[in-house]
């Protein structure tokens, strides 16, 4: 047919070995017959072609003098360009998209258009159009091996296959045999012997299985007969049964008037029954009575407790709380009914017990309502928790009467207040001896300086540690400067415990910088002072902050600068920590610290 149609133009033996000017080129590399199909349309354009092998590309590569080939072709040209002869380098080879984008959108005839296939399939996909997709490919019969189109593969295997296996024409007879088609007829020739065999056995059985109905059908006859006989001697029986009837009916009626007589002694007892359970209902009405009374007595609410009083003992550190029990009048609920000839069993009351809660309110962070005391005594002690912060603490009381399942309403509330002591620290000047940190290597300012992190008087710890001479985390409380910083990561931070039974509430804190001229790029520019009470995830909260800020810190060797911590942030905390939030001026994230120092109020318990 027509190349411009798509149809198949050449195969593997008959590749061309030169130009169409005579020139020799290298040997090319063999291709599948599929490959030699010209795209529709494409007849008389060769930019689709290799210009090695003239088939479509196949992972075509773009040469130094711009002209492209397959990239199994490449390693076959000779290091010279088949299009324009000129020399190729390898190096400058790579791959051209441009082309593999053009060969994809190609579209071709599928080879098998002459004998009916009218689909266009792309020139890469037609070797899976024919292996998948095409009905008219001819395939290879299983049975008679003939060569046959695949959409009338079924219908060839059902009827015209020669090697269909079919039964023989006297399988019905008995004949076992099972050949293929074109076998049949020389089976039933060669077999006629055989059937007339089978016929002569079929026709046997047939005649004795003749003689059995016969034999069988006369014996029906005779059981019919029976059958009369047997019918006849039944009326006979029911004509006698009808006497008998008679008499057992005469005997049912006087059975139903024995019953009934039964009946009538049955409602004397029934009336009877109803006296007595009448008289047990209303005993069960009186107990009924008292146990609701009992039930009242539990749901009734006492009366609210008055005269609630909380007092500050200075000597045991604890507030003394007492009340006054208020006695209430008890009265059936006004919804009870009693029966009038039924009055409620008087029960003992029920003890009476008290709950104190407690609310700290001022001076500490607000807490919900704890249970500090639950019994029937009108006073008890309370002693303000470890974790309160120093200074003036106030907490709010009130009591609740019990009994029962029902409460009283909670009595007026009582306040008490106490003042716990701090150790104030007041800031001078950059990294004095009048902080916190100095204050703990000093041991209350008692002994010579030494690191109080080194020393295990408080904890140091930080997010990573840099490579290359990363110093060490206790490096941040001590009084030298040096050079020490966490790794590369965002979010990185140097945190500081103060110990168990420690709060501090911070009003200053200072920084310093690296020693090192050579660090002043990576100074803090971005970061955030956090402060917690156990340091768990959500619990961090923020006591000053600072964004892309690069004079908050002075661009020298070993600078420090102090900051100050608004009061309404400031809050006690045992642990804090320096958060970097931003990149430094040099662009990354390494946290490099030397010195900190606090300055606020310290309590230990």
């Not at 411009?4 to 130009?19: F, K, L, Q, R």
């Not at 609920?333 to 009055?343: C, D, L, S, T």
């Not at 700290?360 to 002690?381: F, I, M």
């Amino acid at each position: 047919m027509d190349a411009a149609e798509g149809v198949v133009t050449g195969n593997s033996n008959d590749m061309p070995t030169c130009c169409s000017d005579g020139k020799k080129r290298a040997p090319c590399r063999p291709r599948k017959l599929l490959e030699y199909v010209i795209p529709v349309g494409r007849s008389d354009d060769e930019t689709w072609r290799c210009a090695a092998c003239l088939a479509h590309y196949e992972e075509p590569v773009s040469l130094s003098c711009g002209d492209a080939v397959c990239r199994a072709c490449a390693a076959a040209i000779g290091g010279v360009c088949p299009t324009c002869r000129e020399t190729v380098i390898a190096e400058q080879m790579l791959p051209s998209r441009i082309v593999q984008r053009q060969v994809k959108q190609m579209q071709c005839h599928c080879p098998n258009r002459g004998l009916g296939c009218e689909a266009l399939v792309g020139v890469l996909d037609v070797e899976h159009h024919l292996q998948a997709e095409c009905e008219w490919r001819e395939e290879e019969c299983d049975q008679c091996h003939q060569q046959v189109r695949r959409a009338e593969m079924a219908r060839h295997k059902d009827t015209t296959c020669a090697r269909k296996p079919m039964a023989c024409g006297y399988a019905d007879v008995g004949c076992p045999t099972r050949c293929a088609q074109e076998d049949l007829a020389a089976h039933e020739r060669d077999g006629v012997v055989a059937h007339v065999g089978l016929l002569r056995q079929r026709l046997a059985d047939t005649s004795a299985d003749l003689t059995q109905c016969k034999a069988d059908l006369t014996q029906c006859k005779a059981d019919l007969t029976q059958c009369k006989a047997d019918l006849a001697q039944t009326k006979a029986d029911l004509a006698e049964g009808g006497a008998s009837q008679s008499a057992a009916l005469a005997q049912t009626q006087h059975d139903l008037a024995q019953t009934k007589a039964k009946l009538i002694s049955s409602q004397d007892e029934l009336a009877q029954t109803k006296a007595e359970l009448a008289q047990t209902k209303e005993q069960t009405q009186g107990e009924l009575a008292a146990i609701r009374s009992q039930i009242d007595q539990l749901f009734t609410p006492p009366a609210a407790p008055e005269g609630l009083a909380a007092r500050w003992d200075e000597a045991t550190k604890e507030v003394a709380l007492d009340w006054r029990a208020v006695p209430r009048e008890e009265a059936a609920p006004e919804w009870r009914q009693w029966p009038r000839r039924v009055q409620p069993a008087p029960l003992p009351g029920a003890p009476v017990r008290y709950r104190v809660q407690a609310t700290l309110v001022a001076g500490c962070e607000p807490s919900s309502p704890v249970v500090v005391y639950t019994g029937p005594e009108c006073r008890c002690r309370y002693r303000f928790p470890p974790g309160v912060a120093p200074g003036r603490v106030e907490a709010r009381f009130a009591v609740v009467a019990l009994r029962g399942l029902a409460e009283s309403d909670p009595s007026a509330p009582a306040t008490a207040t106490c003042i716990r002591p701090a150790v104030v620290f007041s800031y001078d000047h950059d990294m004095d001896e009048q902080g916190l940190f100095y204050y703990f290597g000093t041991q209350g300012r008692t002994q010579p300086w030494q690191n109080p992190a080194e020393a295990g008087w408080v904890t140091v710890t930080r997010s990573s540690d840099g490579i290359k001479n990363p110093g060490k985390a206790p490096d941040l409380t001590g009084r030298q400067p040096c050079t020490s910083f966490t790794g590369n990561l965002p979010n990185s931070w140097w945190q500081v415990d103060l110990g168990a039974g420690r709060l501090f509430t911070p009003t200053r804190y200072t920084l310093r910088h690296s020693e090192l001229p050579a660090n002043v790029e990576y100074r803090l520019q971005s970061w955030r002072l956090e402060g917690s009470v156990d340091g768990a995830d959500g619990s961090w909260r923020a006591l000053d902050e600072h964004t892309n800020e690069p004079n908050a810190i002075p661009a020298r060797a070993d600078a420090m600068a102090t900051f100050a911590v608004a009061p309404e942030r400031a809050f006690p905390a045992r642990r804090f920590r320096v958060l970097m939030t931003g990149p430094h001026p040099n662009g990354g994230h390494h946290l490099l610290l030397s010195g900190l120092e606090m300055y606020g109020s310290l309590f230990e318990q």
